[in-house]
């Protein structure tokens, strides 16, 4: 049975900056493809970065130029380095692995 954890969440001042981290277990052999999202309050979940063995890491639109996702094939890891964060980054971060296990989440608060 495939489990993500996500850590290094919590909160953050604006231009602030954090690192996520998933670590997954319980795979048999490499993932194909490692995504974060996220879903802020009263929002559907969006994903964020990606990043899959077929192309370069992908991102959405709000977090480019910002945020950096880093994938370890033999370990099954992920990463999201998150620079120059705003309150609207501001949500609970998920993990997904091959776009179908998910992570329990992990929460960013943006906030003065």
């Known amino acids: 049975q495939v489990q993500l954890v996500e850590s290094g969440g919590g909160s953050v001042q604006p231009g602030g900056s954090l690192t996520l981290s998933c670590a997954a277990s319980?795979?048999?052999?490499?993932?194909?493809?490692m995504a974060w999202y996220r879903q802020a309050p009263g929002k559907q979940r969006e994903v964020v970065a990606w990043?899959?063995?077929?192309?370069?890491?992908q991102y959405g639109s709000t977090v480019k130029g910002r945020f950096t996702i880093s994938r370890d094939t033999a370990k099954n890891t992920v990463s999201l380095q998150m620079n120059s964060l705003q309150p609207e980054d501001t949500a609970v971060y998920y993990c997904?692995?091959?776009?179908?296990?998910w992570g329990k989440g992990i929460p960013v608060t943006v906030s003065s």
């Open positions: 997904n692995a091959q776009w179908k296990f």
């Open positions: 990043d899959s063995d077929s192309n370069s890491p």
């Open positions: 319980g795979a048999v052999g490499s993932f194909n493809v």
